[in-house]
Nanobody, 115 residues
């Protein structure tokens, strides 16, 4: 019954910004560490940011200093603020728990960075 729904993706120019949202239902959201993952064509899905139930964050080196993960437990929502976007950020972005649960994957949201 768990559902995770990502939104906020789109087409942006290099250097632009997007904010992604992940709305959770069917679970006690506040008890879980959460992560944002992305998958580019021909590549494995990778963890790019995580946040614990207490609010501690970690980032992949590729996005450190450019992206920020934060959560609003009252809204059962986790966000990813993406700034200074680069073409290599182009991917489908997913949220999940961290560590992930295979049955929790949603449809993701497409982010395309291109001029």
């Amino acid at each position: 019954q768990v559902q995770l729904v990502e939104s906020g993706g789109g087409l942006v120019q290099p250097g632009g910004s997007l904010r992604l949202s992940c709305a959770a239902s069917g679970t006690i959201f506040r008890l879980y560490a959460m992560g944002w993952y992305r998958q580019a064509p021909e590549k494995q899905r990778e963890l790019i940011a995580s946040i614990t139930s207490g609010g501690s964050t970690n980032y992949a080196d590729s996005v450190k200093g450019r992206f920020a993960i934060f959560r609003d437990n009252a809204k059962n929502t986790v966000y990813l603020q993406m700034n200074s976007l680069k073409p290599e950020d182009t991917a489908v972005y997913y949220c999940n728990t961290h560590p992930f649960r295979t049955t929790y994957w949603g449809q993701g949201t497409q982010v395309t960075v291109s001029s």
